[in-house]
């Protein structure tokens, strides 16, 4: 089963510690080795967006920022044997963050990408 992993968070004051971006880089490299980790990436704020809308037959495209406190700042896409494989991977990138990034708040939206299993012959 494939999982979609959205990461939000406001910016705090400051970057992400070396030690932070060593630790998420080894996780990484865990999750890629066992199989489960496909892709990744880290996503520009808002500003370089754009959002796309249909609404009574009108399409409206609205260039970014966006007013959400919480930006999506990154995803990544997982190939696991359950929702909870799945939970436990966002868990353990978010909990890197809680131990060595004091103040850092996010949240990691963790969605089923339909596949195969998901429809009837």
Do not use: C, N
């Given at each position: ?100 990034w004091p103040g850092w708040e996010g949240e990691v939206d ?12």
């Amino acid at each position: 089963m494939r999982f979609l992993t959205l990461l939000r968070a406001a910016q705090p004051e400051g970057a992400p510690s070396p030690e932070l971006m060593a630790a998420i880089m080894k996780l990484g490299e865990e999750a890629t080795a066992s199989g489960a980790l496909l892709d990744t990436a880290g996503l520009a704020p808002s500003a370089a967006g754009a959002k796309v809308a249909l609404q009574g037959g009108d399409l409206t495209v609205t260039d970014g920022p966006f007013a959400e406190a919480k930006e999506v700042i990154s995803y990544a896409i997982y190939d696991v044997g359950s929702r909870d494989e799945a939970v436990e991977w966002a868990s353990r990138f978010v909990k890197l963050h809680r131990d060595m990034w004091p103040g850092w708040e996010g949240e990691v939206d963790v969605l089923k990408a339909f596949g195969p299993e998901d429809f009837p012959q």
